[in-house]
């Protein structure tokens, strides 16, 4: 008889249908996918079988904004603005951008050029 240990077939996992539609997510299933409590996922039937998915609320391209950094510099201007701080105003754009490129040490001249702005 062969080593069980030593066995190739796949694993089937299986798990219980509960009250209200409960189903389970296998720990070593969540582990492999990341998944923690409170993600969403999205539920399909194709083929006859249900297909959960995981979803992101937050679309990739926005996640940054909820990173602890940046929420952390959200608060930082929530309560500048509360405590009634208000920021340079600049007439047009070109008075901001070189403001910026002076902050930053930069020549505005040479990053138009570069960017063919």
Do not use: N, Y
């Amino acid at each position: 008889m062969a080593d069980p240990k030593r066995r190739r077939r796949p694993h089937l996992v299986s798990t219980p249908v509960r009250k209200k539609g409960v189903v389970t997510i296998p720990q070593e299933i969540r582990e492999q996918l990341d998944l923690q409590e409170g993600d969403q996922l999205v539920v399909a039937v194709e083929d006859g079988r249900i297909v959960l998915t995981p979803a992101s609320v937050i679309p990739d391209d926005q996640a940054w904004f909820w990173t602890p950094a940046w929420q952390a510099k959200e608060d930082e201007v929530d309560e500048a603005l509360a405590e009634g701080e208000r920021g340079e105003v600049f007439q047009d754009g070109e008075d901001f951008l070189q403001s910026l490129a002076d902050e930053a040490g930069l020549d505005l001249g040479e990053i138009k050029h570069r960017a063919d702005v």
